[in-house]
């Protein structure tokens, strides 16, 4: 059984770039489909925040029609006062005009306080859009830009497909199963390099015998961490 030590690296390589192709493949749509979470996400808060504001705007127009109602009373009650026919008349109507002043002086603050907040509810759709609008724009620039590359990636990832294969004509018949597995498992991950009787994985000294075994051309497994064992060279 010879392990070839630079068949075996080039074996490994290929592997390593597979994986990386298939990452590149997943990690793509992955990013896409994040980003919309995110903007789905931030429409969602729009909405919230569009429904703050009317709410803010319609409390608003309540109190300023109060206001309003306020002033048109006071109004009606100073002209009462000039046929007040009573002196006790007279008290209760500027008692109401005094009541109908401090509630005006009341809902006033309050109207600016919903001025405010009708500002900042404004300002905080305003943001939300914005938001909404640069992702969107973002992840139409990623999603063109990943369509551009898939075309690439699908073509490398069946070139490293066809060239593994042939690659792996190294691999005995007999080991070839369990081979496999390991690879399925763990792609990359399955064979590991070996320097001076060190598995460059684990970094675990292999056995004087294991050693030996290697040297002789055998194909071995790391006894540590079960990798499949290549020379390096
Ligand atoms: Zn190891």
Do not use: W
């Amino acid at each position: 059984m010879p392990s070839a030590g630079p068949d075996f690296r080039r074996l490994h390589q290929l592997h390593q770039e597979l994986k990386k192709v298939q990452d590149q493949l997943v990690r793509g749509p992955r990013q896409i489909k994040l980003r919309q979470k995110r903007i789905a996400e931030a429409q969602e808060d729009l909405v919230v925040k569009e429904a703050e504001l009317k709410e803010f705007r319609v409390e608003t127009d309540k109190k300023n029609l109060d206001l309003k109602s306020k002033e048109a009373h006071i109004v009606e009650s100073k002209q009462k006062l000039n046929g007040a026919a009573s002196n006790r008349e007279y008290q209760i109507i500027t008692g109401r005009i005094d009541a109908d002043n401090a509630a005006m002086a009341v809902l006033e603050d309050e109207i600016l306080e919903y001025l405010e907040r009708v500002d900042l509810a404004q300002e905080e759709v305003e943001q939300c859009k914005q938001k909404i609008s640069s992702s969107e724009e973002d992840v139409r620039i990623f999603a063109t830009a990943f369509e551009e590359k898939a075309d690439g990636l699908q073509k490398r990832l069946a070139e490293l497909k066809t060239s593994i294969k042939d690659a792996e004509t190294i691999i005995p018949t007999e080991i070839r199963e369990q081979y496999q597995r390991l690879v399925e498992a763990y792609g990359p991950g399955a064979m590991s390099e070996s320097s001076d009787g060190v598995c460059m994985i684990c970094f675990v000294q292999m056995t004087p015998q294991t050693k030996v075994l290697l040297n002789s051309g055998n194909l071995v497994y790391c006894g540590a961490c079960g990798r499949l064992l290549y020379q390096s060279q």
